[in-house]
């Protein structure tokens, strides 16, 4: 299946998200400027992207995992949310769990986007819910 996301430049130096390799789940996205992350600092870093998804979908901002294991840099609000009808700029919220100063440079690549499709449900109030073999277990209630 393919869909087209259309982007609109809002700084002359945004990069339009791409995907690094065949079959990736996730276009890259890039950061439009500088900033430098201290331990425990989080800050909205800017793409300079606005974008328009198609009808029925949305984004989701997930971290990159190599940002996490060798810097401790991730997105506070993994995966973040675009609804469709969102046509401000692309930011990410980006948070340094690492124990030394991040750089955020211009072109870096700082999250990526996954467009996926969006169920649409009606919502019904009940007296009561079909009873399961989970129950209310949960928070652990496996033993993890």
Do not use: W
């Amino acid at each position: 299946m393919s869909l087209t996301v259309t982007f609109k430049r809002l700084h002359p130096d945004a990069l339009l998200p791409a995907y690094a390799h065949p079959g990736d789940a996730g276009l890259d996205l890039s950061a439009c400027e500088s900033a430098v992350l201290q331990p425990g600092e989080r800050r909205l870093v800017r793409t300079g992207l606005a974008l328009e998804l198609p009808p029925g979908t949305e984004g989701q901002v997930r971290p990159r995992s190599g940002l996490a294991l060798k810097h401790g840099v991730t997105l506070l609000n993994a995966p973040g949310t675009i609804d469709e009808g969102y046509r401000g700029e692309l930011g990410v919220i980006l948070i340094n769990h690492g124990h030394e100063p991040f750089e955020v440079r211009p072109g870096m690549r700082v999250a990526q986007l996954v467009v996926a499709p969006v169920l649409r449900v009606a919502v019904a109030e009940a007296e009561a819910v079909s009873g399961s073999a989970r129950g209310a277990g949960g928070f652990g209630s496996t033993g993890a």
